[in-house]
């Protein structure tokens, strides 16, 4: 079964700098990737989908994704109070019915 | 569009009761999700169902734990006699044809 880890556990950045969080995971058997975000006592909130190896953007977050290193790794650019939360990677094999395997997690506080 | 709505928010148990959670999912959406997430941890898939058919539940406590979805639209999970390790906040989440999973706010359930 699909072990996935991230770094770091928590993370605090000032208000404009970018943040960068890491996820890693035990095998190549995976096609999708995804990238949650969850607000205290909130669900989960998808932030941005990457299918292939390389770079994919949505508005100030960005996943870049390299199978072969079995990493994927998401960066917050300019990154606000509001973002301030824990932000989850998730991966699925598509033809398992895109079932999720989560990771541990990274808290990121961002100050004023 | 509504969105994956759960009930209650929260429950409190003493060991040994019983409780039920509710899930009602984005419509249309034809496959249902069921995580339990424990405290400072990534979800993990309980089980799921495509329609009114459960297609994975092997990681259910089957002794304790039941699912349903009779009509494939509304679903319930239900703990028979529940443990402190069941305290955890349980998330449902819903898919169409696309690959990405909509996730409620969860219930929070806290077992003394």
């Known amino acids: 079964q699909q072990k996935v880890q991230q770094s770091p556990e928590s993370l605090t950045v000032s208000e404009g700098a970018m943040a960068s969080l890491n996820c890693t995971f035990s095998?190549?058997?995976?096609?999708?990737f995804r990238w949650y975000r969850q607000h205290s006592g909130k669900g989960l909130e998808v932030l941005v989908s990457?299918?292939?190896?390389g770079e994919k953007e949505e508005g100030r977050f960005t996943a870049h994704l390299n199978r072969a290193s079995l990493h994927v790794s998401l960066h917050i650019r300019e990154p606000q109070p509001s973002d301030s939360a824990v932000y989850l990677c998730?991966?699925?094999?598509?033809?398992?019915?895109?079932?999720?395997?989560f990771g541990t997690g990274t808290s990121l506080l961002v100050d004023p | 569009e509504a969105g994956v709505t759960q009930s209650p928010r929260y429950a409190v148990l003493q060991e040994g009761q019983a409780v039920s959670f509710w899930c009602d999912p984005i419509?249309?959406?034809?496959?249902l999700y069921w995580y339990q997430q424990p405290r400072d941890q990534g979800p993990q898939l309980l089980v799921y169902?495509?329609?009114?058919?459960?297609?994975?539940n092997s990681q259910l406590p089957s002794d304790r734990f039941s699912a349903v979805r009779p009509k494939g639209t509304n679903s319930t999970l239900k703990i028979q006699s529940a443990k402190q390790g069941d305290t955890a906040t349980y998330l449902c989440?819903?898919?169409?044809?696309?690959?990405?999973?909509?996730f409620g706010s969860g219930t929070r359930l806290t077992v003394l």
């Open positions: 095998d190549g058997t995976s096609d999708n």
């Open positions: 169902f495509r329609d009114e058919a459960v297609i994975d």
């Open positions: 419509s249309g959406h034809d496959t």
């Open positions: 998730a991966m699925s094999m598509g033809n398992m019915g895109y079932k999720l395997t």
């Open positions: 989440a819903s898919r169409d044809w696309s690959e990405t999973l909509y």
């Open positions: 990457i299918f292939s190896d």
